[in-house]
């Protein structure tokens, strides 16, 4: 089993960064593809960034390419997302994934409880 948990949420104003941790951690954890997801209140789940178990390839959402950047330490098991000139509608809980295989949809097997960002304007 792979557990996840996400920090470094938090309340800011438009235009200012925040950086998201997800710390892996589970004795069947190995170096998986990890990706983002956030979900809006009354909205649906959706993809933010995602990248291969290498961490080489990053792939993200139009809404925020060129905005956020995602990486991962596989020494550390943990992967990151660096939110810069956050805007009010990037207002959501966001969630960590991993998963066995980087899908085409970028679904995950494995998910953290999320954590809470909130842009005020």
């Known amino acids: 089993q792979v557990q996840l948990e996400e920090s470094g949420g938090g309340l800011v104003q438009a235009g200012d960064s925040l950086r998201l941790s997800c710390a892996a951690s589970?004795?069947?954890?190995?170096?998986?593809?990890m990706g983002w997801f956030r979900q809006a209140p009354g909205k649906e789940r959706e993809f933010v960034a995602a990248?291969?178990?290498?961490?080489?390839?990053?792939y993200y959402a139009d809404s925020v390419k060129g905005r956020f950047t995602i990486s991962k330490d596989n020494a550390k098991n943990t992967a990151y997302l660096q939110m810069n000139s956050l805007k009010p509608e990037d207002t959501s809980v966001y969630y960590c994934?991993?998963?066995?295989?980087?899908?085409?949809?970028?679904?995950?097997?494995?998910w953290g409880k999320g954590t809470l960002v909130a842009v005020s304007s």
């Open positions: 990248t291969s178990w290498t961490g080489n390839t990053k």
């Open positions: 994934g991993a998963s066995h295989i980087l899908r085409p949809d970028y679904s995950m097997d494995y």
């Open positions: 589970g004795d069947d954890f190995t170096p998986y593809p």
